[in-house]
């Protein structure tokens, strides 16, 4: 199979696309510029910075005047890759160019030394927000996020899915009618309201969203593996497990659901995308994960003011980046769909 994958560009494209913003997210605050938790460095004097700009600061505990401890606990950093570095010292912004006199014979490299005090710069590749944040490192962190609540939802609706497709494909009678009944009330509601009205009910924060994407996307896998379910306890090998005596749990788990196995790679991928994408959308509405935890919706929804000034990079950047995680996971989904649909095994 992975021999076929690999001839399917639909498939590595999407793939290539993942594993980067995977690998982006994984490494989280190692790479960001801003290690604060959440990246929310808020530094007034940097508000709306062009994509590009390069500033200038000082550290408030290497400044003359500051009555800060120059020396601070040090977080462990396997802390700091996960959440963030707390004790990041404090910014002082300085001028945009402090070699306003070039003949000072001053030099810079990654800082900038001038008598006893240490000068810093960094550049805001993507810009900065109105609070002055980095908006590259809140992308980071809230590729992360996105990320995990769609891995973990995905999952969470493939478990749910499989074992509600099961038990009514495989027992039929009134477990089947009561689980159709189920699935067609969830069915005749728009995924993006289900998931309002759970984030509504449940509150604002990580989990909360979590659980509401995941409630919202088990029923194209339970329909799914219900219809398949059905048809595989008719096949030849399932009557024989019954006659031999197995246990109904078995035939299901061992019998029927490696049989599945193509579908369900599938619908995972399918969900992933619509998981973020929920995600995104509750973030839009203001139901998301609670700030100033970053997240792409609403970093979408936080700068839509914007969209009609200079500083529209701030809405499209996070939006441009939703449409192209949420765009690869569907082409990784085409490029199954394609290797694992038999009447294109020729």
Request: one cysteine or more; a positive charge; hydrophobic letters at 50%.
């Amino acid at each position: 199979m992975w021999q076929t994958l690999k001839k399917s560009k639909l498939f590595l494209g999407g793939a290539s696309i993942c594993l980067l913003l995977i690998v982006v997210g994984t490494l989280g605050y190692a790479i960001t510029p801003d290690p604060t938790p959440n990246a929310n460095q808020i530094v007034p004097e940097w508000s709306n910075l062009a994509p590009g700009t390069t500033v200038y600061f000082d550290l408030e505990s290497n400044h003359p005047l500051s009555t800060t401890s120059a020396t601070s606990k040090e977080v462990p950093r396997i802390l700091q890759w996960a959440l963030g570095n707390p004790d990041a010292p404090k910014i002082v912004p300085l001028a945009r160019n402090p070699l306003a006199n070039p003949g000072a014979g001053l030099h810079f490299e990654d800082s900038i030394k001038f008598v006893d005090i240490v000068y810093h710069h960094r550049t805001f590749w993507l810009g900065s927000d109105r609070f002055g944040r980095d908006i590259l490192s809140r992308m980071i962190i809230g590729a992360r996020i996105s990320l995990s609540i769609g891995f973990l939802a995905m999952l969470a609706s493939i478990i749910i899915g499989t074992i509600i497709g099961l038990c009514a494909g495989y027992f039929g009678g009134k477990v089947d009618a009561f689980f159709s009944w189920l699935i067609t009330v969830f069915w005749s509601v728009p995924t993006l309201l289900i998931a309002l009205g759970l984030s509504m009910l449940l509150g604002k924060g990580y989990y909360q969203v979590l659980l509401a994407t995941a409630l919202s996307t088990w029923v194209e896998v339970a329909r799914v593996v219900r219809g398949q379910t059905l048809q595989l306890k008719q096949r030849e090998f399932v009557l024989a497990a019954k006659i031999t005596g197995f246990s109904h749990s078995r035939i299901m788990f061992k019998h029927i659901l490696p049989n599945l196995k193509g579908s369900l790679t599938v619908l995972a991928t399918t969900n992933f995308a619509s998981a973020i994408l929920l995600e995104a959308g509750l973030g839009f509405l203001g139901l998301g994960v609670s700030p100033p935890t970053p997240s792409w919706g609403m970093m979408v929804k936080e700068n839509l003011g914007y969209l009609v000034l200079d500083n529209s990079y701030l809405a499209l950047i996070p939006g441009i980046a939703i449409m192209i995680l949420v765009m690869s996971f569907n082409l990784m989904s085409m490029g199954l769909r394609d290797i694992l649909d038999p009447y294109n095994q020729q």
